[in-house]
């Protein structure tokens, strides 16, 4: 460890919050339909999107309405996105001619992009047509992220509302974010990606002779269009099998932090936006301040893990200041820390190390990080709404201590929110904790790892926590793409994308229909450094005791391996 | 849900030529028209125009002319930018601790007493790391100088020329391109390697 690395760390994870504040004011104005300086351009695009769709944007939807637009557009970003993998070979810009994906590989690739989770149980460069790369999974980073977005914006608006019914209009939220947000701020990113060295080409792989006569083969795809809105969206799926370490993500320290940095910037804006949206600035502060104190420790635990001595160089007698196996040179230990702990605090899940090379703490705080249930800050607005039901929580620990009703943002917490922010919360642990239980005992499920032992269980563990977190980074090891894993996690990706989601606009639907009630004498504030301490010992109780014993059968007894094998 | 069925499909559609096609594609255009050297791969040529590589791209050097890039695991032989990967190997796996031994060991008899540097006996992400440490570069000069039968001063000369440190002072590590070396080395040798196409 040295100062330079605690500085990249510190800078990296202080410019995402930074850049949020803005941004967050931007994004509460286009949820609440106000001015933007985009609108001369937008406006004519966004009314001819009505136009064509039959949206009437004055219309505003009950919870029930508003959720069941939410699962038929993912229904049919879904239907379409399978198909156009089923039949890459038959569809334009396939200069390598790749042939189409297995029925699993399809099932669990669109899943994946669909439900934000950006899981690849394919190596891109080798699977990919160009045509599956932009119509298809660029599309759904883009609506996946969006309809995320969606579920904050409904929620700040039952806040605000005073015995109402509405949540606002899905279909408003979903492409507002969309073209006044995600799009913009993906082009520019993008254009600066490729200033600054990332291909964005059409062409088919390059032939090289190199300088000692060999033969390499250079793929190369339309990367800066996709790696912009994969790292901005929290979606996380690259176009190459190693994601952001590969130097065509990502080939300088500089994409390394513009990269990386882009990875919480909206999550954190959405906590942001909330808080203007709903009139609830200094709560949401708390709110951020709990998810940002946990990150740090996270992302400062994954740094100083991995400038322990690694076994294989103390046994190779090599200099042992940084683990490097699985790292590359120009992000070394804290570039790799900076981006590790972001990367899975988020839903992003993108990776610029293999994560299964890290030292076993390393590796086990990176698993924590998606089990505390991907708020810190979590996917845009998804991050946000899941953070309100601990939240949610903690005033209910909170009322059970005093015996009052709880109450949180001026809205009473009775028993219908408090079961259904459990709904949301346990389907977590129980598609994560019950398919890793059958696949540690099933022959078709362990025949795809690479390690074996307590590291073999961490692959089960990290594939599992990844899908259901919907967060897509891997131990990747694991050879995913077969039968077993391909279908149990598109299972565990869309449970543990649609029941919370669901289980969020129920309670949206509840609370708007709610009066909004004054702060009482007798009301826990909610905007205190009390609350913040409250609120991040509920997620790391919840989080910390429900995974706690697994996590012991994995990196934790890998650990202690470890430090047996170096004194 | 069938009055949802219209604006979910229209908007499905909308979104698949707005954010899957138009954008990708007026990007590759902007990509093309501006930056067109980074947006085709930053691909590196010799003076008769044949491509020898990507300046990002770190590709196979075994010679003992050559600076040698770190360990790959892109591909069945390495650096095959194809297939980028990792080795994936768990920090306790003993296919990886026994093969670190074995690079160290390499190292050890061609600069006896020297330090090995990590990255020089371990496995990069992607398989296709373009650099290496200044360490591991200076550790390789003599073997080097003696190869091509020139002054060690000179090939450190050239690996200066293509080292950079952190940006801004504490982002990033320091760092020397492998390929930009062993070109700089050619050329300076006469062999007709131009670094820019």
Same mark, same amino acid.
């Given at each position: 460890?040295?100062?330079?690395?605690?500085?990249?760390?510190?800078?990296?994870?202080?410019?995402?919050?930074?850049?949020?504040?803005?941004?967050?004011?931007? /994004?509460?104005?286009?949820?609440?339909?106000?001015?933007?300086?985009?609108?001369?351009?937008?406006?004519?695009?966004?009314?001819?999107?009505?136009?064509?769709?039959?949206?009437?944007?004055? +219309?505003?939807?009950?919870?029930?309405?508003?959720? $069941?637009?939410?699962?038929?557009?993912?229904?049919?970003?879904?239907?379409?996105?399978?198909?156009?993998?089923?039949?890459?070979? &038959?569809?334009?810009?396939?200069?390598?001619?790749?042939?189409?994906?297995?029925?699993?590989?399809?099932?669990?690739?669109?899943?994946?992009?669909?439900?934000?989770? =950006?899981?690849?149980?394919?190596?891109?460069?080798?699977?990919?047509?160009?045509?599956?790369?932009?119509?298809?999974?660029?599309?759904?980073?883009?609506?996946?992220?969006?309809?995320?977005?969606?579920?904050?914006?409904?929620?700040?608006?039952?806040?605000?509302?005073?015995?109402?019914?509405?949540? $606002?209009?899905?279909?408003?939220? /979903?492409?507002?974010?969309?073209?006044?947000?995600?799009?913009?701020?993906?082009?520019?990113?993008?254009? #600066?990606?490729?200033?600054?060295?990332?291909?964005?080409?059409?062409?088919?792989?390059?032939?090289?002779?190199?300088?000692?006569?060999?033969?390499?083969?250079?793929?190369?795809?339309?990367?800066?269009?996709?790696?912009?809105?994969?790292?901005?969206?929290?979606?996380?799926?690259?176009?190459?099998?190693?994601?952001?370490?590969?130097?065509?993500?990502?080939?300088?320290?500089?994409?390394?932090?513009?990269?990386?940095?882009?990875?919480?910037?909206?999550?954190?804006?959405?906590?942001?936006?909330? $808080?203007?949206?709903?009139?609830? +600035?200094?709560?949401?502060?708390?709110?951020?301040?709990?998810?940002?104190? &946990?990150?740090?420790?996270?992302?400062?635990?994954?740094?100083?893990?991995?400038?322990?001595?690694?076994?294989?160089?103390?046994?190779?007698?090599?200099?042992?200041?940084?683990?490097?196996?699985?790292?590359?040179?120009?992000?070394?230990?804290?570039?790799? #820390?900076?981006?590790?702990?972001?990367?899975?605090?988020?839903?992003?899940?993108?990776?610029?190390?293999?994560?299964?090379?890290?030292?076993?703490?390393?590796?086990?705080?990176?698993?924590?990080?998606?089990?505390?249930?991907?708020?810190?800050?979590?996917?845009?607005?998804?991050?946000?709404? =899941?953070?309100?039901?601990?939240?949610?929580?903690?005033?209910?620990?909170?009322?059970?201590?005093?015996? +009052?009703?709880?109450?949180?943002?001026?809205?009473?917490?009775?028993? +219908?929110?408090?079961?259904?922010?459990?709904?949301?919360?346990?389907?977590? %642990?129980?598609?994560?904790?019950?398919?890793?239980?059958?696949?540690?005992?099933?022959? #078709?499920?362990?025949?795809?790892?690479?390690?074996?032992?307590?590291?073999?269980?961490?692959?089960?563990?990290?594939?599992?926590?990844?899908?259901?977190?919907?967060?897509?980074?891997?131990?990747?090891?694991?050879?995913?793409?077969?039968?077993?894993? =391909?279908?149990?996690?598109?299972?565990?990706? &869309?449970?543990?994308?649609?029941? %919370?989601?669901?289980?969020?606009?129920?309670?949206?639907?509840?609370?708007? #229909?709610?009066?909004?009630?004054?702060?009482?004498?007798?009301?826990?504030?909610?905007?205190?450094?009390?609350?913040?301490?409250?609120?991040?010992?509920?997620?790391?109780?919840?989080? $910390?005791?429900?995974?706690?014993?697994?996590?012991?059968?994995?990196?934790?007894?890998?650990?202690?391996?470890?430090?047996?094998?170096?004194? | 849900?069938?009055?949802?069925?219209?604006?979910?499909?229209?908007?499905?559609?909308?979104?698949?030529?707005?954010?899957?096609?138009?954008?990708?594609?007026?990007?590759?255009?902007?990509?093309?028209?501006?930056?067109?050297?980074?947006?085709?791969?930053?691909?590196?040529?010799?003076?008769?125009?044949?491509?020898?590589?990507?300046?990002?791209?770190?590709?196979?050097?075994?010679?003992?002319?050559?600076?040698?890039?770190?360990?790959?695991?892109?591909?069945?032989?390495?650096?095959?930018?194809?297939?980028?990967?990792?080795?994936?190997?768990?920090?306790?796996?003993?296919?990886?601790?026994?093969?670190?031994?074995?690079?160290?060991?390499?190292?050890?008899?061609?600069?006896?007493?020297?330090?090995?540097?990590?990255?020089?006996?371990?496995?990069?992400?992607?398989?296709?790391?373009?650099?290496?440490?200044?360490?591991?570069?200076?550790?390789?000069?003599?073997?080097?100088?003696?190869?091509?039968?020139?002054?060690?001063?000179?090939?450190?000369?050239?690996?200066?020329?293509?080292?950079?440190?952190?940006?801004?002072?504490?982002?990033?590590?320091?760092?020397?391109?492998?390929?930009?070396?062993?070109?700089?080395?050619?050329?300076?040798?006469?062999?007709?390697?131009?670094?820019?196409?």
């Amino acid at each position: 460890m040295n100062w330079q690395g605690w500085a990249e760390i510190a800078l990296t994870l202080g410019l995402q919050v930074a850049i949020a504040l803005p941004l967050g004011i931007y /994004l509460s104005r286009v949820w609440n339909g106000e001015r933007t300086w985009l609108d001369p351009v937008l406006r004519p695009v966004e009314r001819g999107f009505y136009a064509i769709a039959g949206i009437d944007p004055d +219309r505003r939807q009950s919870w029930y309405a508003y959720a $069941g637009a939410f699962l038929a557009f993912n229904l049919a970003g879904f239907v379409l996105l399978y198909a156009i993998l089923r039949l890459q070979h &038959l569809l334009p810009f396939n200069p390598q001619g790749f042939g189409p994906l297995s029925t699993h590989l399809a099932f669990n690739t669109a899943v994946s992009f669909v439900t934000n989770t =950006n899981w690849q149980s394919y190596g891109g460069e080798a699977t990919m047509s160009n045509f599956s790369q932009m119509a298809g999974l660029t599309v759904q980073n883009f609506a996946s992220a969006a309809a995320g977005a969606t579920l904050a914006a409904a929620l700040a608006r039952a806040f605000l509302a005073h015995r109402g019914e509405a949540i $606002g209009n899905f279909w408003t939220d /979903l492409v507002r974010t969309t073209l006044y947000v995600l799009l913009p701020l993906s082009i520019v990113v993008a254009i #600066a990606l490729v200033a600054l060295g990332v291909p964005q080409t059409l062409g088919p792989s390059f032939q090289a002779t190199t300088l000692e006569g060999g033969h390499q083969t250079i793929a190369l795809a339309p990367v800066a269009s996709q790696l912009a809105i994969k790292q901005l969206g929290i979606n996380g799926g690259g176009i190459f099998n190693v994601n952001s370490a590969h130097p065509f993500e990502n080939p300088t320290p500089l994409t390394g932090l513009i990269t990386a940095v882009s990875i919480n910037v909206l999550g954190w804006a959405a906590f942001f936006a909330f $808080g203007r949206s709903a009139a609830v +600035r200094k709560d949401v502060r708390a709110l951020v301040a709990a998810g940002f104190v &946990l990150l740090a420790l996270g992302t400062s635990a994954i740094y100083w893990s991995e400038t322990r001595p690694a076994p294989a160089l103390v046994a190779a007698g090599a200099d042992t200041a940084q683990n490097m196996e699985g790292k590359e040179v120009r992000f070394g230990a804290a570039g790799s #820390a900076a981006w590790a702990g972001p990367t899975t605090g988020a839903s992003n899940g993108s990776v610029n190390a293999m994560h299964a090379s890290f030292l076993p703490l390393g590796g086990g705080v990176a698993m924590v990080l998606m089990q505390l249930g991907e708020i810190l800050p979590g996917g845009i607005g998804s991050g946000l709404a =899941n953070m309100v039901l601990m939240a949610l929580l903690a005033v209910f620990v909170a009322g059970l201590m005093v015996g +009052r009703t709880p109450e949180y943002l001026g809205k009473k917490i009775e028993a +219908r929110g408090i079961k259904l922010a459990f709904v949301a919360l346990l389907v977590f %642990p129980a598609a994560l904790l019950g398919f890793s239980a059958v696949a540690a005992v099933l022959p #078709a499920a362990l025949a795809g790892l690479l390690n074996a032992g307590p590291h073999g269980l961490s692959e089960i563990l990290y594939a599992y926590t990844s899908a259901a977190a919907n967060n897509g980074s891997a131990f990747a090891g694991l050879t995913a793409n077969a039968p077993w894993w =391909n279908t149990t996690l598109g299972i565990a990706m &869309l449970v543990g994308r649609f029941v %919370p989601a669901v289980a969020i606009l129920a309670i949206a639907g509840a609370l708007a #229909a709610k009066p909004k009630l004054a702060p009482t004498a007798g009301t826990l504030p909610t905007d205190s450094g009390l609350f913040v301490g409250l609120l991040a010992g509920v997620i790391l109780i919840l989080g $910390g005791l429900q995974f706690f014993p697994a996590l012991a059968l994995g990196p934790i007894a890998e650990h202690f391996q470890m430090l047996a094998l170096t004194p | 849900m069938l009055q949802h069925l219209r604006p979910a499909l229209a908007v499905t559609a909308l979104f698949t030529l707005l954010l899957g096609l138009a954008y990708p594609l007026a990007m590759t255009g902007i990509a093309e028209a501006v930056f067109p050297r980074q947006a085709e791969g930053s691909l590196l040529a010799r003076a008769d125009g044949s491509v020898f590589g990507s300046r990002w791209i770190g590709q196979h050097f075994e010679g003992p002319r050559y600076l040698h890039g770190r360990p790959s695991a892109a591909g069945s032989d390495g650096y095959d930018a194809s297939a980028s990967s990792g080795s994936n190997l768990g920090p306790l796996n003993e296919t990886l601790i026994e093969a670190v031994k074995a690079r160290a060991a390499v190292l050890r008899a061609e600069a006896p007493g020297a330090t090995i540097p990590a990255d020089a006996v371990t496995a990069s992400a992607s398989g296709l790391d373009p650099d290496i440490s200044p360490e591991f570069a200076r550790l390789q000069a003599p073997r080097i100088a003696a190869a091509r039968g020139i002054g060690e001063a000179d090939v450190r000369a050239v690996i200066d020329r293509h080292s950079e440190g952190r940006l801004f002072g504490f982002v990033g590590q320091p760092r020397v391109n492998v390929l930009a070396v062993n070109a700089d080395l050619d050329s300076s040798a006469g062999a007709g390697v131009a670094t820019q196409p």
